[in-house]
């Protein structure tokens, strides 16, 4: 089914994207393009790509019938730019953790050939050295068609994340952006804030990060992500996150108050009610 997919940004998603596909298609030839030239070498090196290039215009040489952008979403505009003016004709989709305005700029661009995708699997690393070949096994994959998109496209792109075993969702490109603004994106600002807070707490030769804790380690594992796909990101979807930072506000302050108040049994109520509703998530 597969014969030739070109790979924008060849990095943890981008690789992993790669390994997956060369298992499900051997055949496959996948041709990585990537602005950083050590990124496209050690893919090659890794044989997760075939061939590879840092110019965007080799795309059209490969001749590819699926391109697959896996950049920080703050890219996206210049590469479907880009690739509308090599006038390429193949579907294109992407791997971004944002869709709302994004989906409708690069169908600007691109047409009803752009299929928004984002599969809800990834790490804290980043790189092509770490991707992993079974990431997308059973995890669910949003794919955002709008009213633009050619069918023939859709098709293409959610059987193709279904013969890489993933569970394809369509949604709303906006609706994708509120829901993933508070159960990802906002939780990785408060993350990135910890750590903060911790740095700040840290005083008169008390170095707090000398004495991680397991849930200390748990809850701000994903504060190692990259800095740059984690800012492009907070600028994309900056205000379905703010107002997700808002809600969680109101949240600590109500806690805070019952603290400070000293009533244990509200406590008890409010972290009860908090472990329920944790203790549902499968
Ligand atoms: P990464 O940092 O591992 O890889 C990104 C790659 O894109 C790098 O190799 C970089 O050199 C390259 N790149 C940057 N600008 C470029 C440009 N203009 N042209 C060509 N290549 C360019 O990042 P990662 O984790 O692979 O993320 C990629 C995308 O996947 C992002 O849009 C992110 O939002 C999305 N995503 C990430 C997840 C994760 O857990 N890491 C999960 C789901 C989605």
Known sequence: MFERVCIVGVGFMGGSFALALKERYPQ???FGIDINH???????????????????????RFDPQLVVIATPVGTFEEIAKALAQLDIKCVITDLGSVKGRIVYMMEEHLGGNFVGGHPIAGTE???????????????????????????????????LWQSLDALVEEMDPYLHDYI????????????????????????DGVNLFEYPGGGFKDFTRIASSDPIMWRDIFLENAENIVKAIEVFQESLDTLKSLIVSGKAYEITQYLSKAKELRDRIV
Request: one cysteine or more.
């Open 180 to 203: 993933f603004g508070a159960v990802s994106h906002m939780p990785h600002a408060v993350a990135f804030a910890l750590i903060d807070a911790i740095a700040r707490l840290s005083k």
């Open 125 to 159: 690393k980043s790189g092509v050295e770490n991707s992993l070949k079974d990431l997308f096994k059973g995890k669910r994959c949003v794919i955002t068609p709008t009213e633009k998109t050619s069918p023939q496209a859709k098709k293409m792109v959610k059987d």
């Open 38 to 60: 050590s990124a496209i070498s050690k893919a090659l090196e890794l044989k997760t790509i075939d061939g590879g290039s840092t110019q965007i215009k080799d795309t059209l």
């Open 28 to 30: 496959c030839q996948i």
